[in-house]
């Protein structure tokens, strides 16, 4: 039982450049969701699901978007990256108002 | 909407010292109250959460909070600080809404323990 898995760890992205942040879960949980952590600003939701082909925007949206085809894997896509968008990003997976579980992260460079 | 406010960005305490991380939520409705804590470069881990019942909740490591409806706090204690203590703890708010899926974070405490 792995949790939640997030690929890669690490990432240097030029600007304009795109990629994808990897989710995955075994926890089968409904609800997934994607934070960007920035230093002493806590996390931020970026976009969540409650369930398979069902997504929506969290508190900080915009750049980036985001499909759940499946209920283990909650895919995280960057099209445009630009220097803004250098964080720290968590997956983490729940079941609607309780506790949350995260995955280990993945750091972000955009230069 | 909801929000929880940490009071300190650093807290320093000495080992065997007490521990006392403050958080502070707004919310219109009865809140859902969460710590967690953050090893550096590893996600985050739930300490303890308050929902519903009894408002000293405790939680794994030796923690315990304790809603205060009246000062709208969710305190963290320890009443020994251990030096493995030392993390980042955030404070948590989600309202009991069905369906509800804004989980709001604090800014983080950084806890230092001295030897």
């Known amino acids: 039982n792995a949790g939640v898995t997030q690929t890669p760890k690490f990432r240097i992205l030029k600007i304009g450049q795109s990629m994808t942040l990897q989710c995955t879960q075994d926890m089968n949980h409904n609800y997934m969701y994607w934070y960007r952590q920035d230093p002493g600003m806590g996390l931020k939701l970026i976009y969540y699901?409650?369930?398979?082909?069902?997504?929506d925007k969290g508190e900080v949206p915009n750049g980036y978007n985001v499909s759940r085809s499946t209920t283990e894997d909650f895919p995280l896509r960057l099209e445009l990256a630009a220097p803004s968008q250098t964080s720290v990003y968590f997956c983490?997976?729940?079941?609607?108002?309780?506790?949350?579980?995260f995955g280990p992260g993945t750091r972000l460079t955009v230069l | 909407a909801q929000s929880v406010t940490q009071l300190g960005s650093h807290v320093s305490v000495s080992e065997g010292a007490l521990v006392l991380l403050r958080c502070n939520y707004s919310?219109?409705?009865?809140?859902?109250l969460f710590w967690y804590v953050q090893y550096p470069n590893q996600g985050l881990q739930l300490l303890l959460k308050y929902t519903t019942g009894a408002t000293l909740v405790k939680g794994i490591n030796g923690f315990e909070a304790e809603f205060k409806k009246s000062e709208t706090s969710f305190h963290l204690t320890k009443p020994s600080a251990h030096m493995s203590d030392a993390a980042e703890y955030f404070c948590?708010?989600?309202?009991?809404?069905?369906?509800?899926?804004?989980?709001?974070f604090g800014a983080g405490t950084r806890l230092t323990v001295k030897p």
């Open positions: 948590a708010v989600s309202d009991r809404r069905p369906g509800n899926n804004d989980m709001r």
């Open positions: 699901s409650v369930g398979a082909g069902i997504t």
């Open positions: 919310s219109s409705v009865p809140p859902y």
């Open positions: 983490a997976t729940g079941q609607s108002y309780n506790e949350q579980f």
